[in-house]
């Protein structure tokens, strides 16, 4: 099947198609992930932030991390449908968020742990880890330390800040959040993909097929006009009229066929006049030597 010009044709225009629109694929699916990993991230961060000022501001910070935030000072408050951070007596670059309340939704399934300075979690938004102690946490360690901290683990993506009260750092809060949504996103995208490209594919075929049929049909042409050629026909036409490489072959084969013509032509004559010039000194020649056979030398005697 592969030994025809147009199969092969074909066969390497989707091979060149398919590689391409599989590395294309790759590199798409990577950054589309790098950007939605890269943008929670950000996100997550910013709400640890947030929930870090709500905390050192709340005005229980002092002993915010030795009471394991009592209900009444505790600024960071579980209910059922969302978490609640309440903001009092703010900072002043934030006192335009005086008595305002920032709320972290629970449709984000966001996870919030605080912990103190020896890393023990003084309070878990799931109440699951409380009194755990979370100091080899890498993203935790880095925020005693006073880094500020993101990575993705496990198919989620975890922050930890550090908890800073007049240039010390008392504790950290530690957030967290599952990366399902990005994982539909990038399971839809992958479904998207691969109808994109097996729909490519296939008109991509159709048009090489017709690329290939138009490539190989001067071939073919001049094929049977050398086949003719070879049995003495000389006046097959050659209908390849194209300004392209096979158009320059199809111009050289008919001025090959006329010059063969022309020189198979030449040798006939040639052969015809020499017969003829050869045909008189043959005749006496043998009239001659048929006159000598008859005894023409001997009457000479």
């Known amino acids: 099947m592969f030994n025809r010009l147009t199969t092969r044709l074909v066969a390497s225009h989707l091979l060149v198609i398919a590689i391409a629109m599989t590395l294309l694929s790759f590199l ?3 950054f589309v992930q790098s950007y939605f990993v890269q943008a929670m991230q950000q996100s997550l961060t910013l709400q640890a932030r947030l929930t870090a000022q709500a905390l050192m501001s709340s005005g229980t910070s002092a002993n915010i991390l030795q009471t394991a935030l009592p209900p009444a000072q505790n600024a960071l408050q579980q209910q059922t449908s969302q978490i609640t951070v309440q903001v009092q ?23 919030i742990r605080v912990v103190d300075a020896r890393g023990i979690v003084q309070a878990d938004s799931a109440n699951a880890e409380r009194g755990r102690d979370l100091s080899s946490d890498p993203t935790i360690a880095a925020a005693l330390r006073g880094q500020e901290q993101a990575r993705a683990q496990d198919d989620w993506i975890f922050v930890a800040v550090p908890l800073r009260r007049d240039a010390r750092i008392v504790g950290a809060v530690h957030l967290g959040q599952p990366m399902r ?38 071939v073919r042409e001049l094929t049977r006009a050398a086949n003719h050629l070879a049995r003495g026909d000389f006046d097959y036409p050659l209908n390849v009229n194209s300004s392209d490489e096979l158009g320059e072959l199809a111009r050289a084969f008919r001025s090959m066929s006329r010059d063969l013509q022309r020189t198979l032509q030449a ?35």
Do not use: F, W, Y
């Not at 703010?90 to 966001?110: C, G, K, W």
């Not at 490209?197 to 490539?215: D, E, K």
């Not at 020499?274 to 008189?280: A, Y």
């Open 28 to 30: 798409l699916l990577s």
């Open 181 to 218: 949504d990005v994982a539909a996103v990038l399971a839809d995208l992958r479904v998207r993909l691969l109808i994109s490209v097996g729909v490519s594919l296939v008109l991509s075929a159709l048009v090489g097929l017709m690329l290939a049929r138009a490539i190989a049909q001067p």
């Open 267 to 301: 040798r006939t004559d040639l052969v015809s006049n020499v017969s003829h010039e050869l045909r008189t000194p043959l005749t006496a020649i043998k009239g001659l030597i048929e006159t000598l056979r008859d005894g023409a030398v001997e009457d000479l005697n």
């Open 89 to 111: 007596n703010v900072s002043p670059n934030l006192s335009q968020l005086d008595n305002a309340t920032i709320r972290l939704s629970a449709e984000l399934d966001t996870r």
